[in-house]
Every structure is written in structure tokens, then in C-alpha cells.
């Protein structure tokens, strides 16, 4: 069973009469290791996009079931599978009849055998995609639920309306990661899913790079321990949440997914885990107090299935006339809110950028070089680099390149919400 610490970071001192309480949690798993035969129980779908524009070009088919073979050998022994074709339809490919199947050298071999026979035709509908998994992971119970869902186009077969009725009805049931390949998928329009479902969205744009990338997806599949679990925030009679929001390894807003569980206290939903960390941005609204007043503005706890407390960390509040208390900011909530500014100023120029916009996305691109840059997210400052020309990155002078490859822009759109975690300044205040 894995252990869990939870760490607060914030400067607790506020200025008198202020309202808002900001505190970055860390939530970190150090993982059980245990042997892989008493390993937790596990369950995955491979979910492979075979609508006919897969065979435009053929290698995009080709690699696909090449990668899917690769995640079926990467399986343990005994976890539950399953894969399925979709099209403007969902259809199971392994196993035959409604359920998963044990992996096995011989299930294996059946299931690789059954994924080289698909073929391209028809159409795009997501949402039937996930609609049957859900049905295929509601065959088995208690286990880690993970799906991996592959396509290359848009959702043209289903409408955004019927997409986010099924996505609301399978979120909670399993985690699912995300991959586009190629340059005709819409990244806005996967992500959706992708966050809904607590995973996460890339662009594979040489399909030759699928086979590493599901692999490498499944390894970390087996790796989890604990499913399910949950961030837990109390706060005190005249205090609320203003937002939960998972700010590392990448943004997430849990915000509107917060289920209540007891009188002010409400539960926000964090996947599975193994050996991770992760960081969380919690906002408290706290009733207006003077000059010496204290108080305990929330208490964070991580809840795993069943209601085992599996750490717990306090944010606190202190009202003070001393400024040189008040008005510094803690650095963690500040690298985080830069981040946040980062991800949405590439989406805004991005978007500028397509509609024509020269003037708009010149400055948000510009903007997101200087926090690239100021944060020191080297990642993200050379995805930029291939989106505009980089004149002064500390002031965020750009140019818009003459000409962007699709590649390019969707890379950084796709990846824009991943963030780099701060340098700490001290220890954060907690305990497992």
C-alpha cells in the first residue's frame, strides 16, 4: 500500500480586514513496492480509433496496432483487458463477448492476433467509444480502472451535446489518457475528455512514436496502487472554497467536480496513484477579521475509498498591521498563478493566431515567453520558440513566425497546460 504525505505551502499572514486565503498542497505517494503477484488488481481498455481516415496514411493503422500489441505485452500477468474499435460505433475487438480477459501469454497472443485483423472504415464517434468501455469496466469490480484512447480525427459523427451528456455519465468510473495522432484531431475537443476523465492529452504527430508512448502509458497503468482517491476539504462555519485546482504535473480544475461529504466538507476527485507527487492550488474564502485574530481556514485531507485517512495538512489564516508580512507572496502560490496565466495566454494566442489576429496573438504569445522565461519552464520556451521569433524573452518581444507548421501549433497547444514545478523555498507544514 502506498504512503502518502501532504505538505501546505502559504504565507498565512493577511492584512487586515482581507478575505482570501491561498495555499499550494503537496500531495506525495511514496508507493508500497509491492511485488507485481501482490500487486492491486487492475484493469485496462485499449481503445483504438479505426474510423477510415486511419488509413490516410496506412502507416497511421499500422502503428496503431503495432502500439496496441506493445501495451498488451507490457500488461502483468492477471490484469483484466480489453480492447476496442471505434468508429461512429464501438466495438469490442478482445474479448469477443461482454468482460476483459486475464492477461496471459495465451490471452495475449489471442488479443494481438484479433487487434491485427481491424481495419479502417466509417466514421468518428467518441463518445460510443467511451460508453462501452465503461460497460466493459463495469464487469469487474473494485479495480484500477485505465483506458487509453487513440484517434486522429474530429468527433464528427456525434454531437458536442450528446459527447458531454456521456462524458458526465462515465467521469468517476475510470481514468482515461489521451493521445491525437497526426494534425486533423481538435486538441480543445480531446482535452475535454481527457480532463473529465482525469488523464491526459498529447499529440503523437509521427506515428512511429506511438508504440514508445503506449508503452510507456501502460507501465505507468501498472504502476498505480490506489484508486480513487480523493482530496477532502473542511472548512470552518463562515468560511467556503472559492476553488480546488490541480496545478502540477499539469492544470486541472477540480473545482465543479467537488462531491459533499459531511456538514462543509467536500470531496474533489484526484484519480489513482502510485509513486507521484503532485501539487494543488486550494482558495478559501474567509469572513473579514482584525488585527490579531487567527484562525484554521481549511483542513486538507487525502481520502482513499472506504474513508482511510491517508494524510492531512492545515491552511491557516493570521491577521496582521505588519506589511512586510502581508504583502509577501508565497512562492508557490505565485510560480503556480504564473503558470495558470502561462497555459491560457498560448490558448488565447493560439486562437488569435488561426482567426487572423495578428495584433492579439503577438502579445499573448509575447506574454507567454516572458513567463515562460521568468519561471524558467525551458519546455514550454522551446515549443514558443517555434511559434514566434523570440526578440527579448525577458520582456516578451515577438514576432509571429511567417509560417507555423500544424506540428508545431498543436504541440504547444497540446501541452501548454503542463506545468514545472517551483524551487522550494522551505518546508511545507503537514504530516502523512
Not at 85 to 101: N, S
Request: charged share 25%.
Amino acid at each position: 500500500m502506498s504512503e502518502f504525505a501532504v505538505q501546505v505551502y502559504q504565507n498565512e499572514y493577511l492584512p487586515q480586514d482581507a478575505t482570501e486565503v491561498n495555499a499550494i498542497v503537496t500531495v506525495t505517494s511514496s508507493g508500497g513496492g509491492a511485488p507485481a503477484a501482490a500487486a492491486a488488481p487492475a484493469a485496462e481498455v485499449i481503445i483504438v480509433d479505426c474510423s477510415g481516415s486511419m488509413d490516410h496514411p496506412r502507416a497511421k493503422l499500422i502503428a496503431a496496432k503495432q502500439a496496441t500489441a506493445a501495451a498488451i505485452d507490457t500488461l502483468r500477468d492477471g490484469v483484466s483487458f480489453a480492447v476496442i474499435a471505434g468508429t461512429d460505433i464501438a466495438q469490442l475487438v478482445y474479448p469477443r463477448k461482454l468482460g476483459m480477459a486475464a492477461a496471459s501469454p495465451s490471452s495475449r497472443a489471442e488479443a494481438k492476433r484479433a487487434v491485427e485483423r481491424l481495419q479502417a472504415d466509417r466514421g468518428t464517434a467518441m463518445g460510443e467509444w467511451l460508453l462501452l468501455a465503461k460497460q466493459v469496466f463495469a464487469t469487474q469490480k473494485g479495480q484500477l480502472r485505465h483506458a487509453i484512447l487513440l484517434t486522429d480525427g474530429k468527433n464528427v459523427h456525434e454531437k458536442a451535446s450528446k459527447l458531454d451528456r456521456i462524458l458526465e455519465s462515465v467521469s468517476g468510473h475510470f481514468v482515461c489518457d489521451c493521445r491525437g495522432v497526426g494534425t486533423d484531431w481538435e486538441v480543445k475537443e480531446v482535452r475535454r475528455i481527457s480532463e473529465t476523465l482525469l488523464g491526459s492529452v498529447d499529440i503523437v504527430a509521427d506515428p512511429d512514436g506511438l508504440e514508445a508512448d503506449f508503452r510507456a502509458m501502460t507501465t505507468r497503468a501498472m504502476g498505480k496502487e490506489v484508486a480513487d482517491v480523493a482530496l477532502r476539504v473542511w472548512t470552518p462555519q463562515g468560511a467556503q472554497v472559492k476553488f480546488v485546482k490541480q496545478v502540477e504535473p499539469s492544470l486541472l480544475d477540480l473545482t465543479g467536480r467537488r462531491t459533499e461529504n459531511a456538514p462543509r466538507s467536500g470531496d474533489y476527485p484526484t484519480g489513482a496513484w502510485g509513486t507521484e507527487s503532485r501539487d494543488y492550488h486550494v482558495c478559501v474564502q474567509v469572513p473579514a477579521a482584525g488585527v490579531g485574530d487567527k484562525m484554521l481556514a481549511a483542513r486538507v485531507s487525502l481520502v482513499a475509498p472506504g474513508g482511510d485517512v491517508l494524510g492531512k495538512g492545515q491552511v491557516l489564516a493570521v491577521w496582521t498591521d505588519d506589511t512586510a508580512l502581508s504583502t509577501k507572496i508565497s512562492p508557490e502560490v505565485a510560480h503556480y498563478t504564473g503558470q495558470a496565466e502561462l497555459a491560457e495566454v498560448i490558448e488565447e494566442g493560439l486562437e488569435a493566431q488561426r482567426k487572423g489576429n495578428i495584433e492579439t496573438a503577438t502579445a499573448k504569445l509575447g506574454r507567454a515567453v516572458a513567463l515562460a522565461n521568468e519561471s524558467g519552464h525551458e519546455d514550454t520556451a522551446k515549443l514558443l520558440a517555434k511559434v514566434v521569433d523570440v526578440v527579448d524573452p525577458v520582456r516578451g518581444t515577438v514576432r509571429l513566425k511567417r509560417s507555423v507548421s500544424a506540428v508545431d501549433a498543436m504541440t504547444l497547444e497540446s501541452r501548454s497546460q503542463v506545468t514545472k514545478r517551483v524551487g522550494r523555498s522551505g518546508s511545507g507544514e503537514g504530516e502523512g
